[in-house]
């Protein structure tokens, strides 16, 4: 009889390369997001809403706006993401926390072994 052990623990390290920033799609938005991000730019909650978000395609919660070609509005230059301190937790949790098939194609993420099973 054999027991099967689970493999390592796999992390991803983000580089900051920026290329998650310039993949199109939705970048929903937490309600307590929200403040977080407007008070970081020294904006009201209604003057943020109003310059930076648009509404979700099925309408149940807010987005970050995109540039025409996809990108974050947040996104300045190659790889440097001006709300970085308050950004969202879809921006910070990716790829650990959630990722998508094909991911692996654009993310320089550093994969790191956390642990190992002992032999």
Known sequence: MSTS?????????????????????????????????????????????????????????????????????FLEGINHCTIQPVKPFQCAGFPNAWNFPGWREKCEATEIVLDSPSS
């Not at 938005?29 to 008070?39: C, M, Q, V």
């Not at 904006?43 to 310059?51: D, I, K, N």
């Open 5 to 73: 052990q689970p493999g390592p623990t796999i992390r991803y390290a983000c580089q900051r390369c920026g290329n998650c920033c310039r993949w199109p799609g939705a970048v929903r938005l937490k309600f307590d997001e929200i403040g977080k991000i407007a008070d970081f730019l020294g904006l009201t909650q209604g003057e943020f809403v109003a310059r930076h978000t648009d509404l979700m395609p099925d309408r149940s919660a807010l987005t970050l706006k995109s540039r025409p070609d996809g990108s974050c509005s």
